[in-house]
């Protein structure tokens, strides 16, 4: 393993901050939904993310688990910058992103990465795993050519591929090739947040490991920060040292993976660990099979927005969304089963 | 704590690099070989190709040559005008051949422009969306319904006539199409994730175009091209034939069919030879664009 050369000063480091590398605050993010052709008219909102806030400290990952439509990927994205949220901030090392001059907004460009699902969409047919690694580099720095190749040539041994296959064509290698050229390529700028959008759930079963190894190898040697987005609790686990669950644009639970694995306490996340199948089939489980389909994002139920396939649900549930509560050290849930109110009423 | 092994080793091929490149091109050659190519319209496309460029020596006369003496001979009866002579006494074949040549300008520099024009409103068009792309797509539509006889005919009358007004008629209303079609191709091409990368890391829009987005809509380019060289050549033909540009007793196809068409009975040939001609030459660029499509893209199915 090569230590890429430090080429600049991590961007906008600023050693009086020590709060989380990058955190999210009450973050919301509506999409309209408009009917009409001419007069365009709102019929309401999709609520993709609604008042979630995370902490992502510096070289630990984040995972976001979840069924498909509960806000996982669009969370990831605010950190990305392509949209703006409707409501909330986004900081990074303290400063809210969205406030930043041109210059900052360059630099946290650089700092922050990612790496996505489909490495045959995510690489582009047309460019060499040479220019597809350099891209960063080339809009942030200014190095001479043979700077750029040898860092590109470093890179590829970084993530476990050899110099040679700069000159190549990104349809000339297998998926897990070309995940690592992802991530050769992301990794180019050294960024301290790579934003890892389900990177290993396309690839086969016997090279997810590796890559999964690999990213690991990488956070140790760059003290990287993770945003893992992931529907394979295996792979939560094995990665994260914090897990947000996510249920209809809400964090329903966080804590670290042991407690939020080994004594889930919200029922969606029992829920959610019970559908996973255990890791030996004679092993006990309980089977907690919800009822109905996950309501619309649209107009999502009153209350806690669980509580229509609830299996515990009480009265108080449809009311008023619950307040998050510590059950225990680190970790989080926003359920009245937790609650002084909902325990009085129970 | 869950733990993984590493589990079947990756495959890193350690082949010469180059010896792939050079295997790589030999199967690439190879496939083109093998492929059922369209041998007769390729055939005719090179033949005009290859008149337009060495038409001085493939002709056998001077195309603007009259000579009563051997006026109104029809095709073979004298081999020296192996195609006939008009009534002038000029040779059929060496304005056929010469003709080739001005269909061949036209066609291509109009082509040309309009592609330029049209696949760079069509990026930035679909590229940007909103806005932006509601305006241009208007644009875009209103050209392309306004009829290129129509547009020539303004064009002539405001600027007066010659060959650079034929093709600026021309590429007036052709650019819409490639407009169109590049759009298409474009919003599938910027949902891809690479485009989203690239969002990310900060390149600018224009880059991101240029290298990331262009580069995948060659291939949709190149079909759009060939198929409206055709359709190309047959509005040029049209156009000289109701004499909107091009000066009487010019090499142009269209414009050898309009001046027969007075002497349909008595010299047939007149019309008849460059009527063939331009058919052939249509037919030649449709089927070859057809077959393009076909294997480059098959899922471009759709009437351009």
Request: net charge positive; proline share 6%.
């Amino acid at each position: 393993m090569t230590t890429p050369s430090q080429i600049n000063a991590a961007p906008g480091s600023d050693s009086s901050y020590e709060g989380p590398l990058a955190h999210i605050e009450n973050l919301k993010k509506y999409y309209p939904v408009t009917q009409g052709m001419i007069v365009r008219k709102n019929v309401g909102y999709v609520k993709a993310i609604d008042g979630v806030s995370i902490d992502i400290p510096k070289g630990q990952t984040y995972s976001l688990v979840g069924e498909s439509g509960c806000g996982k990927t669009t969370t990831a994205r605010m950190f990305l910058m392509v949209e703006k949220p409707t409501a909330g901030q986004v900081f990074f090392r303290g400063k809210d992103i969205h406030k930043l001059s041109r210059k900052e907004t360059a630099d946290y460009r650089a700092s922050v990465q990612a790496v996505f699902q489909d490495p045959w969409s995510s690489l582009n047919p047309r460019m060499r795993v040479d220019s597809l690694i350099a891209e960063p580099l080339v809009t942030h720095q200014h190095l001479s050519r043979t700077e750029l190749k040898k860092r590109v040539h470093e890179l590829l041994e970084t993530v476990g591929l050899r110099s040679f296959h700069a000159e190549r064509y990104p349809h000339e290698f297998s998926g897990g090739q070309r995940q690592r050229i992802a991530i050769a390529r992301a990794l180019s700028t050294q960024p301290e947040l790579m934003i890892l959008d389900e990177p290993v759930s396309a690839l086969d079963v016997s090279i997810r490991a590796q890559i999964l190894n690999l990213l690991k190898e990488l956070q140790q040697n760059f003290s990287l920060s993770y945003l893992l987005i992931a529907h394979n609790l295996a792979t939560v686990r094995y990665m994260s040292h914090q897990v947000g669950v996510m249920y209809l644009g809400k964090l329903v639970e966080e804590g670290p993976p042991s407690a939020v694995f080994g004594d889930p306490k919200h029922p969606y996340t029992k829920a959610l660990i019970s559908a996973a199948l255990p890791a030996h089939p004679t092993n006990d489980r309980e089977e907690i099979v919800l009822r109905g389909e996950v309501p619309s994002p649209i107009n999502p139920p009153s209350g806690c927005t669980f509580h229509t396939r609830c299996p515990v649900a009480m009265d108080i549930c449809s009311t008023v969304y619950p307040e998050r509560r510590e059950v225990a050290e680190g970790h989080r849930t926003s359920c009245y089963l937790y609650t002084e109110t909902g325990t009085a009423s129970a | 704590m869950a733990t993984f092994e590493e589990s079947g080793s990756e495959i890193v091929s350690d082949a010469e690099p180059k010896l792939l490149s050079i295997k790589n091109i030999a199967s690439t050659a190879g496939k083109i070989l093998r492929a059922r190519l369209p041998w007769a319209p390729i055939i005719i496309m090179a033949v005009v190709v290859i008149c337009a460029i060495f038409a001085p020596l493939l002709a056998p006369h001077d195309p603007t040559d009259i000579d009563i003496g051997v006026r109104k001979l029809a095709p073979g009866e004298n081999w020296s005008y192996p195609l006939g002579t008009d009534r002038l006494g000029r040779d059929m074949l060496s304005r056929l051949i010469y003709g080739a040549r001005t269909s061949a300008f036209i066609s291509l520099v109009a082509l040309g422009a309009g592609a330029v024009v049209g696949t760079t409103v069509g990026l930035v068009s679909g590229y940007a969306g909103k806005w932006t792309d509601t305006i241009l797509m208007r644009i875009t539509d209103a050209a392309m319904g306004f009829p290129t006889i129509l547009a020539a005919m303004i064009i002539v009358t405001i600027l007066g006539a010659g060959i650079a007004n034929i093709i600026l008629a021309i590429a007036v209303t052709v650019w819409a199409r490639f407009a169109r079609m590049i759009r298409g191709e474009v919003l599938q091409v910027r949902n891809r994730d690479f485009v989203l990368a690239a969002r990310i890391t900060g390149v600018s829009p224009v880059m991101i175009i240029w290298r990331h987005i262009f580069p995948n809509v060659i291939n949709t380019l190149l079909i759009i091209l060939t198929l409206l060289v055709g359709q190309t050549i047959l509005l040029e033909a049209s156009l000289s034939f109701l004499g909107l540009g091009l000066a009487p007793g010019a090499s142009a196809w269209g414009l050898m069919v309009a001046e027969g068409r007075d002497y349909l009975i008595s010299m047939w040939w007149l019309s008849l030879l460059p009527g063939l001609v331009i058919t052939m030459v249509v037919m030649a660029f449709n089927f070859f664009g057809d077959w393009l499509r076909d294997t480059l893209d098959p899922k471009l199915r759709r009437s351009i």
